[in-house]
């Protein structure tokens, strides 16, 4: 069996089995096309809603195995030290430079309004203020995941947060994983929770006894998590809703068929993961598929990795880069690599994308871990229309409008006239009536 598909996209069959490789990546399923996992995730919900803690407690053990106590959902801030001191000092370090790196990409992207804009007495201003609490999801899979806690944790710290709670389920020895905690610890985070699922979910929501609702909740987990999730958006707000991991690569000849190998069985090991290489060479293609045969071999997680290139990954040939960019688009993907040797000028083409990794010296593993952007990003083809998580994402937007008598009297006849037409004759009557005191 061939161990990833090969599409030719200058074919019609190729471009028939790209469609249903779209179809099978896109959001459609996990949110509107899963009656069975919804009915389950609003049972969670108003279990959460009705019983508070009590339920948090039975479905943890249900769904976790852990049987907790209610002064046990919440970890206390001595485990948090314990967990840090537990760490090798060099990985320690390793897990500072990541934060330093996060901190300093989202304190350069920060946006806190710029001078007013005044046009003949009126001032015009949108004024950024932080949101007051959050919530973060940090899965608590077989592995830790201490760089998701830093992608979440830090660009809402940089916003200026002043409560952020951190969820994990108890997957670790009954509580969350010691690695996760000592990030939560050296970020200085106080409250967290060992919840998870859309449990989880509803307890910041729609609070508890122990939790106190948030305002917002971000961050990956599996399909209950995000259903629970748009069950409950409007209650408060979330970042997207993410599928399966994905990373579409660009690259002709110029590119190294062991680099192009190693990143798509990267991003192949996720379980589920979705590699797909986009090339107009076929040299390349052969020598992108042996790598992936021979590097397969070394992986500790070579049988999960595989499977996924066959159900999800794909080696896609197609006419020229002009080609490659327009499936890109069409993809929206998560990451899109482009290994080239002109990566600026076809990335320049390339609009709905989470993140766009540039050259032969930049692995998609950059971004996941050091590089500063948030590896939190619209999956499934969403990001045609959502962005990756930052420090914005956590700060509220207000207008300020001030107008004097000067500006009143200039835009006051239009307001009226439109007032009136739409039969808001208040409306018109609050400007009507400021126009008497001249």
Request: charged letters at 20%.
């Amino acid at each position: 069996m061939t161990l990833v598909n090969t599409i030719d996209a200058t074919r019609q069959g190729g471009r028939e089995q790209l469609a249903n490789l779209r179809a099978a990546l896109s959001l459609t399923d996990l949110l509107i096309g899963r009656s069975a996992e919804l009915d389950a995730v609003q049972h969670v919900i108003d279990a959460v809603r009705q019983r508070g803690d009590q339920a948090l407690i039975e479905l943890t053990e249900r769904f976790d195995g852990v049987r907790l106590t209610a002064d046990q959902l919440r970890v206390a801030p001595k485990e948090l030290a314990w967990a840090r001191r537990q760490l090798d000092p060099s990985f320690l370090e390793a897990i500072r430079y990541a934060i330093a790196n996060v901190r300093r990409f989202q304190q350069h992207i920060l946006h806190q309004g710029g001078e007013p804009l005044v046009i003949d007495g009126a001032s015009l201003h949108m004024r950024f203020r932080p949101l007051h609490r959050v919530a973060v999801c940090v899965p608590g899979a077989s592995a830790p995941l201490p760089s998701t806690a830093i992608h979440t944790l830090v660009p809402a710290q940089v916003a200026g947060v002043s409560e952020i709670v951190m969820l994990s389920p108890p997957r670790y020895e009954e509580s969350i994983h010691p690695v996760t905690l000592a990030v939560a610890a050296e970020l200085g985070l106080t409250e967290v929770y060992r919840i998870g699922g859309a449990q989880g979910i509803a307890a910041a929501a729609l609070g508890t006894e122990t939790i106190q609702p948030v305002e917002k909740i971000v961050g990956p987990g599996n399909i209950y998590t995000q259903l629970a999730k748009k069950q409950l958006f409007g209650l408060l707000d979330v970042e997207s809703f993410a599928g399966p991991s994905e990373v579409v690569i660009i690259a002709d000849g110029s590119a190294n068929p062991d680099y192009v190998a190693a990143d798509m069985l990267g991003q192949a090991e996720h379980d589920p993961g979705c590699a797909v290489l986009i090339t107009p060479d076929r040299t390349l293609a052969k020598r992108v598929e042996q790598a992936l045969e021979q590097q397969l071999a070394q992986l500790s997680r070579a049988e999960q990795a595989a499977r996924c290139l066959t159900e999800y990954g794909a080696i896609v040939l197609v006419a020229d880069l002009d080609q490659a960019v327009e499936l890109t688009e069409q993809f929206a993907p998560e990451h899109v690599a482009i290994e080239t040797d002109d990566a600026e000028s076809l990335a320049d083409r390339i609009d709905s994308a989470g993140a766009i990794f540039l050259g032969h010296h930049t692995p998609e593993a950059l971004g996941d871990y050091v590089a500063g952007p948030s590896h939190v990003l619209p999956t499934g083809g969403s990001a045609r229309f959502f962005s990756g998580l930052s420090c914005l994402d956590f700060l509220r937007r207000t207008s300020l409008i001030r107008y004097d008598q000067t500006a009143l009297r200039r835009d006051a006849d239009p307001t009226i006239r439109l007032a009136e037409a739409e039969g808001l004759d208040a409306h018109a009557n609050s400007v009507r009536v400021r126009m008497k005191d001249r």
